[in-house]
């Protein structure tokens, strides 16, 4: 069998400017890069503006298990299957972290016979985006140490800065770090601290911005920390939101590629679900919207994160309006929610699989209550027993739970057909999408009730760190924004040991950061890290490159 990687290498690439063409895109907005890959500006957008929008569907996913979902894969597939059955389609997904991929996942560009190509560039340097935003991040790290250390003419308070460092790499040993030591000519010490590139604030905010001059006004509302009066301290204070701006100009622009069988896919932007708002940018989608029919889009992890995110925050703030939402599952990674073990993920397990499904029952019910009409895709792989299908569908009709099997890992966009024409049924029918989450309560109102309605809990709890920067952030009146909570992926809870469906637990937040350029409030709740670790034996060590440069072990 090949890997994905292999297959990737196999596929016969189309030139992108006949990808750009197929969906009529001038050659004056075309930049390319190389044969495949090329930047659409980003004011191309103000030319579509009369065109009116495709249908936009996103594709979640239940809580995901080492075992896979194929979320990614699914939406590449159904975007292709669409093509197959005479719809015009777009796929919208974000740029991979390198990593994650450098640690425990690999590639992230879908799998098999159903993937965005081509897949090594996407997956490791691509365009530069990531080293852009890392560039401009460190940026203002650097002015805000130099400014300290030349006079501190705003009076900045060392003990009180809240702007971290980033790079694009898995580092626990970054997470709190000392900086400036070895003399007065290195600058104040302090203690410091990194985030992954997809956790800076500044990955939010091209993901959200319209333009240069609404990045360089969210760029300008950034707060770096407080001045020894306890005043905000910009950094419009610091006047560095135009070189910023500089590093990052380019990064506006979608990033055009293709699936492996030739449909357009923008692969733009790269938030983390379980600790930013985890969805590519506005930009792509509102593009993508005006040139096709449908546009499949994604938001990262399980639906109680990527897809609550997308719903009450991404959806207002950019006017987008869903029209249907497909919730990935696999029996496999539905046994290991179930309580079975990794070790035993091929045996036939009909219990775990009962309580298991019990996840898929809790984001399909919370999806719901968004007046969406959702549809399950069940992401079938060979090791499925007929019994355990059996029972998936058995549990499926019980619970009212419509639901499509899909194949495109092995038969690419032929494998997702069925599921683009229920897809399309679905679309075709009511939608009455709404925010569960409306931006005009209350910080504790908001926190209470998402807590309550999508991850299950009985109560909250806000540990006094949280506390405290809660009645800073009244103090401020910042305090309304709407919030993006940043806890473990792996779990609708805030504790990535309680699987399946938790309710009626303490849901403990021990944190609160401000992102006033991008315009929400960071709830950090749990163990969640905004800078991950490799493990032991990281994917790192299977990576290698040939003498002409064919890179293997990358998925």
Not at 140 to 151: K, R
Not at 294 to 302: K, L, N, S
Not at 370 to 375: L, M
Not at 376 to 401: H, M, Q, W, Y
Request: hydrophobic content about 40%; proline content about 5%; overall charge negative.
């Amino acid at each position: 069998m090949l890997t994905d990687l292999e297959i990737a290498q196999k596929a016969e690439l189309k030139e992108i400017d006949e990808i750009a063409s197929s969906v009529s895109i001038p050659d004056k907005h075309i930049r390319r890069y190389g044969k495949h890959i090329a930047k659409i500006s980003h004011q191309y957008l103000n030319e579509l503006q009369d065109k009116p929008d495709g249908k936009l569907v996103l594709v979640t996913a239940i809580s995901p298990t080492s075992a896979g979902e194929g979320k990614t894969t699914t939406s590449v597939g159904l975007a292709m299957a669409l093509n197959k059955i005479g719809k015009k389609s777009f796929v919208t997904l974000r740029e991979p972290s390198v990593g994650p991929i450098m640690g425990i996942k690999g590639g992230a560009a879908g799998g098999g016979y159903s993937q965005v190509l081509p897949m090594e560039e996407i997956n490791l340097h691509f365009t530069g985006d990531f080293h852009a935003i890392s560039l401009a991040h460190n940026l203002l790290s650097a002015v805000i140490d130099a400014h300290i250390n030349f006079d501190n003419e705003l009076r900045i308070d060392p003990a009180q800065l809240y702007w971290p460092r980033t790079m694009d790499m898995n580092d626990r040993a970054l997470r709190q770090i000392i900086v400036g030591l070895g003399g007065s000519a290195n600058g104040y010490p302090r203690e410091d601290s990194f985030v992954i590139t997809a956790a800076s604030e500044i990955m939010a905010i091209i993901c959200l911005s319209k333009n240069l001059v609404d990045l360089k006004e969210r760029l300008a509302r950034i707060i770096v920390g407080r001045s020894y009066d306890g005043d905000f301290i910009t950094v419009k204070d610091l006047n560095v939101q135009g070189a910023m701006a500089t590093l990052l100009k380019d990064v506006l622009d979608p990033n055009l590629v293709q699936t492996i069988e030739g449909t357009p896919a923008f692969v733009h932007g790269g938030p983390f679900a379980n600790i930013a708002h985890g969805t590519n940018t506005l930009t792509a989608t509102k593009m993508a919207l005006k040139l096709s029919d449908y546009v499949i889009t994604e938001a990262g992890f399980g639906a109680d994160l990527g897809a609550e995110k997308f719903l009450d925050f991404v959806c207002p703030v950019g006017g987008l309006n869903p029209s249907a939402v497909v919730l990935v599952a696999s029996i496999r990674a539905l046994k290991l929610n179930g309580g079975a073990s990794k070790k035993d993920i091929l045996e036939e397990d009909l219990s775990a699989l009962e309580k298991g499904f019990e996840n898929l029952k809790v984001h399909f019910e919370n999806i719901h209550k968004y007046g969406i009409p959702v549809i399950v895709a069940l992401n079938e792989f060979p090791t499925d027993t007929e019994k355990e299908r059996e029972k998936f569908d058995g549990l499926c009709k019980s619970n009212s739970i419509p639901y499509e099997r899909s194949s495109v890992w092995a038969e690419g966009g032929a494998g997702g057909v069925d599921l683009a024409r229920k897809l399309v049924e679905l679309v075709d029918g009511p939608s009455d999408y709404k925010p569960l989450i409306p931006m005009d309560l209350s910080f504790e109102e908001k926190l209470d009730k998402l807590a309550k309605e999508i991850y299950r809990a009985g109560r909250v709890d806000l540990e006094p760190a949280a506390k405290s920067k809660l009645r800073l952030f009244k103090k401020q009146g910042v305090d309304r924004l709407p919030i993006i909570v940043a806890k473990t992926q792996y779990s609708i809870s805030d504790d990535d040991k309680k699987l399946g469906a938790p309710q009626g637990y303490t849901f403990k937040v021990r944190d609160l950061n401000l992102s006033a350029g991008a315009g929400f409030i960071v709830v950090v709740a749990g163990k969640i890290m905004l800078m991950p670790g490799l493990g032991r034996d990281p994917n790192a060590k299977q990576i290698d490159v040939d003498a002409d440069g064919k890179i293997s072990g990358l998925f």
